[in-house]
């Protein structure tokens, strides 16, 4: 039986470390070639001895127009192919001034929107023109978040980074209907509070992991892990979703149906 992801070829934007290192790590061990696009290079290098030969690492900032290109246009020169795009790469824009409303600065805004909703549409239209030059479809797979759509008043009041996970989530589901007919699938994972960098504010506070125990409570309630995310990856790259588009997964340890 071929693992799922044989023969797929798939660009990660955010690839070296955190969420899109372990799915990166994921796809090789189904088959699948990587790139990995990040900006530091020991995290690359760390990514490149993880992955082997079935993994390259383009440096670049997600938020520059160029940078997707040059990472499919490596996928397209190593490994003879491109098949799958996931957008992993974003952050909180708490440190620049995101908050409550009535306190985000314009730098707050401009700056959360850029790192979470145009990088994310700078790597989304650089992949759907390449799919729609090379024919045959492809998959598109976007990183969004339970704040999107199920927020959390006291403890993740970010209002600028819940609109930007939720603008994700109406521009993917519209480009999902318009390249349908395309064979261009457009999807959306939303996970909670998984353990990364952007998340050590949360992990590194006793009331917030207590308030999780009960806002996450499967698996014995607790703040997710990378590879949490990794299998449902997975599923949209691969062909086992080939008839599913315009979907919003939460993967979230069951936050959106907690109190």
């Known amino acids: 039986m071929n693992n799922a992801l044989e023969?797929?070829?798939?660009?990660?934007?955010?690839?070296t470390t955190g969420m899109g290192l372990s799915a990166a790590i994921a796809c090789v061990?189904?088959?699948?070639?990587?790139?990995?696009v990040g900006r530091s290079t020991e995290n690359g290098n760390?990514?490149?001895?993880?992955?082997r030969l079935a993994g390259r690492v383009v440096y670049g900032d997600a938020c520059d127009p160029a940078t997707a290109p040059r990472a499919i246009k490596t996928a397209l020169a190593e490994f003879g192919g491109f098949t799958g795009l996931y957008h992993i790469a974003g952050a909180s824009g708490r440190k620049f001034g995101d908050g409550p409303l009535h306190e985000i600065t314009d730098e707050g805004w401009a700056k959360t929107f850029e790192i979470n909703l145009t990088a994310l549409f700078n790597s989304n239209r650089a992949a759907a023109q390449q799919f729609m030059k090379q024919g045959g479809g492809g998959s598109?797979?976007?990183?969004?978040?339970?704040?999107?759509?199920?927020p959390s008043r006291k403890y993740f009041a970010t209002h600028a980074y819940a609109a930007a996970k939720s603008a994700v989530i109406g521009f993917s589901k519209s480009a999902a209907a318009y390249y349908a007919p395309h064979g261009i699938r457009f999807n959306v994972?939303?996970?909670?509070?998984?353990e990364t960098p952007m998340?050590?504010?949360a992990a590194a506070n006793a009331e917030?992991?207590?308030?999780?125990?009960?806002?996450?409570?499967l698996d014995g309630g607790r703040i997710g892990q990378p590879e949490d995310v990794d299998a449902a990856a997975v599923y949209f790259l691969s062909d086992g979703s080939k008839f599913v588009t315009g979907q919003v997964l939460a993967v979230d340890g069951g936050w959106s149906v907690s109190e």
């Open 199 to 201: 998340a050590a504010r």
């Open 140 to 150: 598109i797979l976007n990183m969004g978040s339970v704040l999107g759509f199920s």
């Open 29 to 36: 061990e189904e088959g699948a070639r990587v790139v990995c």
């Open 7 to 15: 023969n797929k070829v798939i660009v990660i934007i955010g690839g």
């Open 46 to 51: 760390a990514a490149l001895d993880a992955l």
């Open 208 to 217: 917030i992991c207590e308030f999780l125990s009960h806002k996450q409570p």
């Open 189 to 194: 994972i939303a996970p909670s509070v998984i």
